[in-house]
């Protein structure tokens, strides 16, 4: 079992006993990012790739600030599906892209939609204060993302719940990578959606953490009540968990030039 699924399981104990997200909590300015999913064409993967470097020219040749960094699931429910995401802006800064917005939808449909069969998109905001990402991490070579979809009346509560674990987090120096967004627009469920985003280097890496005696771990942490009630309680909160690892294409991806 990996380090994220004890992260996860560990949390319920605080969702159900946590007290609700105070109102007057001070939030800091949102980081907003936008990921497009694009799936090709049957048979057209090479094509739609190479049309897409295309247009990652055109970005290029048009001096765009904004990143945009694409993602292929290496293993999941939608393997093969690109993820192409721009990040770290404020909501403002959509309404700030004008007319370029515009010329850059229309060399997408003129150049590289003919290729998709089918695309879709989000807009999450990531929570810097209950993450543990350092800013000099870099780009992973890979991420291990985990999307919830919480029941509603868990919602307040599974806030909470992440909050006060990554405090614990934090007081014991555990040195655990992590990221937590929600979903603002583009969820599937009726509920809030949580994802959360763990780099890793390598499969290796990702394997080690499977070899950690993380329930003992969570007794000797919590005792054995709170694990029982851990295993019991958990699918009370979270109504639908997604889970996949996706790998960077930085042949596909645009970096503004510093």
Known sequence: MSKFRMFLIVMTVFAIA???MA???EMPPPMVAKNHFVTANPGQA??????Y????????NNNDSWYWHTWQIAN????????IRTGNHSWSDFDERGDFAMKDVTHYLENVSGYVKKISSNMVVAVPSISNWPEDYGIPTMVEVSVFQVNREYGRAFYSAIKKLHEAIVEKEIPFTYSWAWVANGAEGPGPSWVLAIPMKSWA???QNMEVALWKMV???YG??????IRKMWSKSVAHEESFIVSYREDLSYNPPE
């Open 76 to 83: 999941g429910q939608d393997f093969g599906q690109y993820i």
């Open 205 to 207: 890496e990702y394997g």
């Open 224 to 229: 054995d009540y709170e694990r029982d009630l």
């Open 18 to 20: 946590a007290p609700l």
């Open 46 to 51: 090479l094509e739609f790739e190479a049309a």
């Open 53 to 60: 470097k295309g247009h990652l020219e055109f970005h290029a």
């Open 219 to 221: 007794e000797e942490v």
């Open 23 to 25: 109102q007057d909590e």
